[in-house]
T-cell receptor, first 114, second 112 residues
Framework: GENVEQHPSTLSVQEGDSAVIKCTYSDSASNYFPWYKQELGKRPQLIIDIRSNVGEKKDQRIAVTLNKTAKHFSLHITETQPEDSAVYFCAATLSGGGADGLTFGKGTHLIIQP | DADVTQTPRNRITKTGKRIMLECSQTKGHDRMYWYRQDPGLGLRLIYYSFDVKDINKGEISDGYSVSRQAQAKFSLSLESAIPNQTALYFC???????????FGPGTRLTVT
């Protein structure tokens, strides 16, 4: 099955600086890569996603890049703000036949220092 | 997101008890999922369902069973709860594979 590795587990940055979270996946057949943000005590919510036919996608201060050859994808947050503090999860689709569901990384706790 | 609801929100139960967690959605989605979240382990897929007649095991289905009573309802059961099933459980829905999954608010389950 799919395996998703996520680094770092904790990331502390100064407000206004950029943050980068990296993930690798094992199954070359995976083709959908979402990123979820989970605030303390809340449910995960999608912030951006990318499909395997696209190399980069941006949405305001957030961008995701995908390198299919190397099987890794990254989340970039620019001009970080206090409300960006949360746990971020990358994920990839399960592959094979009619399989479904997401395989998640273990999460990155992003801390924005004032 | 009030479109996906879970009951109960918190539950404490004893080892060996049977417990059911319920999920309802008003998004009209065919696909529903159950995930388990443990600190430091992310979310792991327990079961998923394409429709009422199609139920599939996920990564960690042992010790769990599910029922899809209707398109809008998907229940997770622990037949005989054990302490290592203490976790935060999330239900999710999706309009199709490779589409956004919408999560419910979660059920915090403690097995003593």
């Amino acid at each position: 099955g799919e395996n998703v590795e996520q680094h770092p587990s904790t990331l502390s940055v100064q407000e206004g600086d950029s943050a980068v979270i990296k993930c690798t996946y094992s199954d070359s057949a995976s083709n959908y890569f979402p990123w979820y943000k989970q605030e303390l005590g809340k449910r995960p919510q999608l912030i951006i996603d990318i499909r395997s036919n696209v190399g980069e996608k941006k949405d305001q201060r957030i961008a995701v890049t995908l390198n299919k050859t190397a099987k890794h994808f990254s989340l970039h947050i620019t001009e970080t703000q206090p409300e960006d503090s949360a746990v971020y999860f990358c994920a990839a689709t399960l592959s094979g036949g009619g399989a479904d569901g997401l395989t998640f990384g273990k999460g990155t706790h992003l801390i924005i220092q004032p | 997101d009030a479109d996906v609801t879970q009951t109960p929100r918190n539950r404490i139960t004893k080892t060996g008890k049977r417990i059911m967690l319920e999920c309802s959605q008003t998004k009209g989605h065919d696909r529903m999922y159950w995930y388990r979240q443990d600190p430091g382990l992310g979310l792991r897929l327990i079961y998923y369902s394409f429709d009422v007649k199609d139920i599939n095991k996920g990564e960690i289905s042992d010790g769990y069973s599910v029922s899809r009573q209707a398109q809008a309802k998907f229940s997770l059961s622990l037949e005989s709860a054990i302490p290592n099933q203490t976790a935060l459980y999330f239900c999710a829905t999706s309009g199709g594979r490779g589409r956004e999954q919408y999560f419910g608010p979660g059920t915090r389950l403690t097995v003593t």
